[in-house]
């Protein structure tokens, strides 16, 4: 395991996730990570403080509330129905031709799958199921950023990413997140991610968020952007309307699909 604390962190969780109850020892996630049980310790306190999980005797597990990263594959299933009607939506409102930046994500690529074949668009994308998947469309023009590649998440991420990013002027960004709060806006659970997601965001002059009702009203651990910085959410009709209002109060404007 590497020193870098957001690696070792990171690697917490996914191990975590694959223990009975979602919880270890301080012992046996030290020996399975090949760390120190001090080390150990530490990283587990810095997730505690960020709502990650809850430390207990001898051991952590994780909250149940939070939303974690699953494999992508497990993702794609989850509100299936639901996601579809979300990228259908997204898709219809996409422009004739363009430059749309595709963020990493279940969601997005279900927008991806949807995306109507006679559009001229040039595609962005760090998704590369996404691009795998638009290929094959004769009108699209489809690029993927490079870097290093997420298993979890099939995703490119990190610092050579951004910086391709940094001259890049897009008319549209769809953004994939893990949790959605008037607090702290688009949360993902990786500080990778959640760097790429916002320097995606932030090339685009117009933003939207494509989000399940399970994820408003959840926190992960890393923000990558405020609602203010979004001009449209997109979700299903199984969201509180109470949170629906307090969203659409914080700023963007809010779709039921």
Excluded: Y
């Excluded at 530490?42 to 699953?70: H, I, K, N, Y």
């Amino acid at each position: 395991m590497g020193d870098v604390p957001a690696e070792r962190q990171r690697a917490i969780t996914d191990l975590l996730l694959q223990l009975e109850g979602c919880r270890g020892s301080v012992a046996q996630i030290s020996e399975q990570l090949g760390v120190t049980t001090e080390t150990m310790r530490r990283d587990l306190d810095v997730l505690e403080r960020r709502g990650v999980l809850r430390r207990v005797r001898g051991g952590a597990e994780l909250l149940a509330s939070t939303p974690f990263e699953q494999a992508l594959a497990a993702r794609h299933s989850e509100q299936f129905e639901d996601k579809l009607v979300i990228a259908r939506r997204v898709a219809a409102g996409l422009p004739e031709d363009g430059v749309v930046v595709l963020v990493s994500g279940s969601l997005t690529l279900f927008c991806a799958q949807a995306l109507p074949r006679d559009r001229a668009l040039v595609v962005v994308t760090n998704n590369l199921p996404a691009a795998q998947h638009l290929a094959d469309h004769e009108n699209l023009r489809v690029f993927t950023l490079p870097d290093l590649v997420r298993g979890l998440t099939s995703a490119s991420v990190d610092v050579w990413t951004r910086r391709r990013l940094a001259g890049l002027t897009a008319d549209l960004a769809i953004i994939g997140v893990n949790g959605l709060t008037t607090a702290h806006g688009l949360t993902t659970t990786d500080p990778e991610e959640a760097a790429t997601k916002r320097a995606m965001l932030l090339s685009a002059r117009r933003r939207v968020v494509p989000v399940i009702s399970g994820e408003l009203g959840r926190n992960s651990s890393c923000s990558c952007a405020a609602l203010a910085e979004v001009d449209q959410v997109v979700t299903d009709g199984g969201a509180d309307p109470g949170l629906v209002r307090d969203l659409a109060a914080a700023g963007p404007e809010v779709v039921i699909a």
